[in-house]
């Protein structure tokens, strides 16, 4: 039994359940990714200023072609995010695979997303960007924005600072703290220790109701970065947590008790679940037993 490098789920044979590639490339199968690691520097530099590239993990715009055969990269109007290996760490784009696919079953909504084989057979990210369509750019701003902060201060923040965007700017205020809340102990669960200002936005649908993004850029950071603190503190800290910590948050955020302690009491109902799927996860027996204790430790936290 082996996992669909879409969706997590068990899997007899194969890599992928057909569905999950329609869901993700509109086609049941997965298309042939034009590009290796030995040459993606080279093909990223080309792209400097139409593209993220910033940190360790190289960001990069791609495009399928009209017949969804290939996945080639794409200099402007890509609809598709990759992400390769990384040289600085091992695994990260199966750590976030893993960490998005977590984040899905505990109620956080992500976009499609999978591993897929480059050229060269590694494993890269690849993400369907939520932001575009095929009428152009959605109106999205992320936290740094919406604080008038610039792109460098985005470690600035705070989880209390992000509750006053959401307050301030969301169209259902008391909805979206919810999910902001949920999706910050999520992150904080798996060890997460870079969901900063960018890395949260909100997105104008529609409807014109501007909401909270789908969750991005989830990547349990402790996996390779041993205690790896928050990047924005909670109740000022950024590390050893409590179970009062967050009900304090939630209560700063104008959430019920009953609301709390259901999203806390759901996040670590989850641990099973997750432990068997990162048993069968395409990572390695290190980065496995790192992140099982990680959710271990947290859980009991979340327990008091």
């Known amino acids: 039994m082996t996992r669909c490098h879409v969706c997590m789920d068990p899997l007899p044979t194969g890599t992928y359940h057909e569905p999950c590639l329609v869901d993700l490339f509109g086609v049941p199968r997965a298309p042939f990714v034009d590009v290796d690691l030995a040459r993606l520097q080279t093909l990223a530099l080309s792209m400097v200023g139409r593209s993220s590239l910033s940190g360790a993990q190289r960001k990069i715009s791609a495009t399928l072609d009209d017949e969804r055969a290939t ?3 794409a200099i402007e109007g890509g609809l598709y995010i990759l992400k390769p290996q990384a040289s600085a760490f091992e695994e990260l784009p199966e750590i976030e695979w893993v960490t998005q696919r977590l984040a899905a079953c505990a109620g956080i909504e992500v976009p499609p997303a999978g591993l897929v084989a480059l050229a060269d057979g590694t494993r890269a990210y690849v993400v369907r960007r939520f932001d575009r369509d095929p009428g152009g750019k959605l109106a999205m701003e992320d936290f740094c924005q919406l604080a008038e902060l610039p792109p460098a201060a985005k470690y600035d923040g705070s989880a209390e600072l992000c509750g006053r965007i959401v307050d301030r700017y969301a169209s259902q205020p008391l909805v979206e703290l919810l999910r902001l809340f949920r999706q910050l102990v999520f992150n904080w669960w798996v060890g997460n ?6 890395n949260l936005a909100l997105l104008r649908g529609p409807d014109g109701l501007h909401r909270l993004s789908p969750a991005y850029d989830q990547v349990a950071t402790r996996v390779v970065i041993a205690d790896d603190p928050l990047a924005l503190p909670v109740g000022g800290k950024r590390d050893n947590l409590k179970r009062s910590t967050w009900l304090t948050l939630a209560r ?8 709390a302690d259901r999203v806390l009491s759901e996040i670590a ?4 679940n997750a432990l068997a799927a990162l048993t069968e996860a ?8 790192t992140y099982c204790r990680t959710l271990r430790q947290r859980t009991a936290t979340l327990a008091g």
């Not at 395409?282 to 037993?289: E, F, K, R």
Request: charged letters at 15%.
């Open 193 to 198: 220790g870079d969901l900063h200002l960018k």
């Open 269 to 272: 109902a989850g641990l099973e």
């Open 252 to 259: 700063t955020y104008g959430l019920g008790p009953r609301a």
């Open 282 to 289: 395409p990572l390695s027996p290190g980065a496995i037993d």
């Open 71 to 73: 996945l080639s990269l």
